[in-house]
């Protein structure tokens, strides 16, 4: 797939969580998105992401830098395969503490 846009999820509704991917211009320059719309906490949250390695985190809007909580995965996230079947090219997984009321974004690569 080329530069770009993909939902990964938008019917979350019952955490009120969406997280989409953004493809940049090299094979390996992607970054996926997951806000968090409510004032609790999301831990444990599997985003799926297009392959292996490692993601670490770009921007969180909850970090204590700003007034927030903290909660978030500093030291980034490393992705493994889906359990069952593979949708939209999201071959693998990562598991996330997404903070309250804040958006994360993560790059693949561990740059």
Same mark, same amino acid.
């Given at each position: 797939?080329?530069?770009?846009?993909?939902?990964?999820?938008?019917? %979350?509704? !019952?955490?009120?969580? &969406?997280? /989409?991917?953004?493809?940049? $211009? +090299?094979?390996? %320059?992607? !970054?996926?998105?997951? &806000?968090? /719309?409510?004032?609790?906490? $999301? +831990?444990?949250?599997?985003?799926?992401?297009?392959?292996?390695?490692?993601?670490?985190?770009?921007?969180?809007?909850?970090?204590?830098r700003w007034g927030g909580s903290g909660v978030g995965q500093p030291d980034g996230v490393e992705a493994t395969p889906v359990d069952g079947e593979a949708r939209d090219g999201l071959t693998h997984e990562v598991i996330l503490r997404l903070p309250p009321l804040a958006v994360v974004w993560l790059r693949s690569g561990g740059r």
């Open positions: 797939m080329g530069v770009g846009f993909q939902w990964i999820d938008f019917k %979350d509704a !019952a955490h009120s969580v &969406a997280s /989409f991917l953004r493809r940049g $211009r +090299e094979s390996g %320059d992607r !970054a996926v998105i997951a &806000a968090n /719309f409510t004032p609790v906490p $999301r +831990e444990g949250y599997r985003v799926r992401v297009p392959g292996p390695g490692r993601w670490v985190e770009l921007l969180n809007s909850d970090d204590e």
